[in-house]
């Protein structure tokens, strides 16, 4: 039917790994050749909860590798670091834009003006610094095994939410974006992310909870400022709940015994 919204085809197995390739391409710095690419539009989003994953697996490696050799604090910061250079720091920036452009009463248009420039103002900057220090401060304090353990649920997680968010939250750029204007996600891969979104806060429910409510609380602001989100509230909304759900992770291993029932991991590491 002629002006129907494109929609995302399946087509077995190679369609799959196409996806999981072309997500890892767009999330990571990681070169991924155009042949293992899906040439299907939009169809990187069902490949989102394996891709945020394997970015967690591979960091948590990292950490473990980095706590061989150095104190807790420095490998936080290696933790840190190689998040940036593997993601090419690409959610801080989608932060930095959204509290630059929703800082202030700005009119729509301005507001997706400034969403769209790529220069950082003063509360950009501003929440670049507090992110890094949250991030920072979480996983100095942590016990090792929890980051560990915890890392890929809660990076899963955070890709794997932004994927009903953009039903719940209109695209509202018409030009080139991350997702090709008109095209609606089908409900099948909805659904898929509803229920691996679930799984995880099953996996770590006081930490995924915290980081749910902090990201609707955002999301609000989005309908409100822009009447949706951009690729920059999605990418911004990766970032706050990865801080999210780190910080209550931290608060909730200092709450001791008391948590275990509370958060199953965390019981069983003890």
Not at 62 to 83: E, G, H, K, N, R
Not at 90 to 119: E, M, N, Q, V
Not at 168 to 189: D, E, F, H, N, Q
Not at 238 to 264: M, Y
Request: aromatic letters at 8%; one cysteine or more.
């Amino acid at each position: 039917m002629r002006g129907a919204a494109p929609r995302i085809v399946r087509r077995g197995t190679p369609q799959v790994l196409g996806s999981l390739f072309s997500a890892l391409a767009f999330l990571t710095i990681i070169p991924m050749p155009e042949s293992l690419k899906s040439k299907e539009k939009g169809v990187m989003f069902a490949a989102y909860p394996a891709a945020g994953f394997l970015i967690g697996a591979l960091l948590s490696l990292v950490y473990f590798a980095a706590t061989l050799v150095f104190p807790p604090t420095v490998a936080a910061v290696v933790l840190i670091a190689a998040s940036l250079l593997l993601t090419g720091a690409l959610h801080l920036d989608g932060l930095a834009d959204c509290a630059d452009a929703f800082y202030g009463k700005r009119t729509r248009s301005a507001t997706l003006r400034i969403l769209k420039d790529p220069r950082i103002g003063t509360m950009g900057g501003a929440a670049i610094g507090l992110s890094l220090l949250a991030r920072f401060t979480a996983l100095s304090s942590l016990p090792s095994l929890f980051i560990v353990a915890g890392l890929p649920v809660i990076t899963m997680f955070s890709r794997t939410v932004v994927v009903p968010a953009m039903r719940v939250l209109p695209y509202v750029r018409t030009g080139p974006g991350i997702l090709p204007a008109r095209m609606s996600l089908p409900p099948g891969l909805i659904l898929r992310a509803m229920i691996v979104t679930g799984a995880s806060i099953i996996l770590l429910p006081i930490p995924l909870l915290a980081a749910s409510l902090v990201l609707a609380v955002f999301w609000r602001i989005s309908w409100n400022r822009i009447g949706g989100c951009t690729g920059d509230a999605l990418g911004a909304s990766i970032e706050i709940a990865e801080i999210a759900a780190l910080l209550t992770l931290t608060a909730v291993s200092q709450g001791g015994s008391k948590w275990d029932n509370l958060f199953p991991i965390l019981g069983f590491l003890r």
